[in-house]
């Protein structure tokens, strides 16, 4: 039987010692884990962290968030679909071709100039008449107030600066006059931008004529009327009381009111009309002068007919002539004067 057990153990060694080995891996890992298990079970138990004072809670609040609601105390502003950019200064003189219902004080203002500076700076082309203005003509637009001055023989800053009422200060460092401040020396031709400056105005005027006798207004020539009625109040002298071209300015001294051909005009004041002359009359054309009697003095130009003769007594809102364009003038209107003892006021001071 021994035998039996012998050889059936040599037969089956393989598999014997393998169930033998796997036997002891069991084993072993049983025992690892109950090794494992028994510290973690048996640890005593970590005493309780003694009690600490409060800390104060120093987080930092965060704005609420802002609802559509809230945004309705906003400031508004309005989307600007297009970007403004300021305009640059000018400091060079500009050319303009004179269009049609031009005139020197509407150039002046799309300028942002007095008329006067306009009015200088052409004189070659206007002879410091606005009413020489004429469709098609080129302007000198300089770039500022003042006088734009074309540089003599012999001139120098000083010079020039006192006669033109500037001050060499103001030539000199004046832009667009490109004048080197190491040198000051100027071309003669030159032109050069008096800011400031200015000439006297040859405005050509029609003489005052008066009545005879003791009326109270400048007597440079008179038409032997003797007396008539007085002015005591001023009416509009056209149905239309708007200036069509030219306001009152220091070169032209009178305002053009708005006319048509043929549209009627009125005496302005009780008085006796002093002038009714036909023709150039240094460029009023037809016109009409209308001694009121104390001081006053109406003219009424460029009209294409006249209705009253010399010495005719007239009265306010009377019919004495219809507007026109004679004379020099380029578009029906009535050039419209006061004037108080020989010199020019702007009529509005005595319109209603």
């Known amino acids: 039987m021994n035998s039996k057990f012998s050889a059936f153990v040599n037969s089956k060694s393989f598999t014997v010692i393998s169930w033998l080995i796997t036997i002891l891996i069991v084993v072993g890992l049983l025992g690892i884990a109950l090794l494992w298990r028994r510290p973690a079970a048996t640890a005593p138990a970590q005493p309780e962290p003694a009690p600490t004072a409060s800390v104060q ?136 931008m008096l800011p400031g400056g200015a000439r006297p105005i040859k405005a050509i005027t029609l003489p005052t004529v008066a009545r005879t006798g003791n009326s109270g207004t400048a007597n440079p020539g008179t038409a032997a009327c003797g007396g008539g009625p007085v002015g005591s109040g001023f009416v509009w002298p056209v149905n239309n009381h708007t200036v069509s071209g030219n306001d009152y300015w220091g070169g032209h001294l009178a305002l053009d009111l708005s006319a048509y051909e043929g549209d009627p005009v009125y005496a302005a004041a009780n008085g006796v009309v002093t002038q009714a002359a036909g023709g150039w009359n240094y460029g009023y054309g037809n016109v009409i002068q209308i001694d009121h009697g104390n001081g006053y003095t109406s003219l009424y130009a460029h009209l294409s007919s006249i209705n009253v003769g010399v010495c005719q007594p007239v009265y306010a809102g009377q019919l004495i002539g219809l507007a026109g364009n004679s004379g020099n003038s380029f578009g029906a209107h009535l050039h419209f004067e006061i004037r108080v003892g020989g010199s020019n006021i702007d009529p509005r001071y005595v319109l209603p």
Not at 96 to 102: A, E, H, K, L
Not at 114 to 136: F, I, Q, R
Not at 181 to 189: A, E, H, R, S, V
């Open 57 to 192: 809670d120093t987080s930092i609040s965060l704005p609420a968030i802002q609802t559509a609601s809230d945004s309705l105390n906003a400031v508004s502003r309005q989307i600007a679909l297009k970007t403004n950019i300021p305009e640059r200064p000018r400091y060079k003189a500009i050319e303009y071709t004179v269009g049609r219902g031009d005139s020197v004080y509407g150039i002046a203002r799309k300028f942002n100039l007095k008329p006067e500076t306009v009015l200088m700076a052409n004189y070659e082309t206007l002879e410091d008449n606005p009413h020489s203005l004429k469709p098609g003509q080129k302007l000198i637009i300089p770039p500022v107030d003042g006088l734009y001055y074309k540089w003599g023989e012999g001139d120098t800053i000083e010079s020039v600066a006192g006669k033109y009422e500037t001050t060499p200060e103001e030539i000199l460092t004046w832009p667009g006059n490109d004048i080197d401040l190491t040198n000051p020396q100027i071309k003669t031709g030159t032109w050069v």
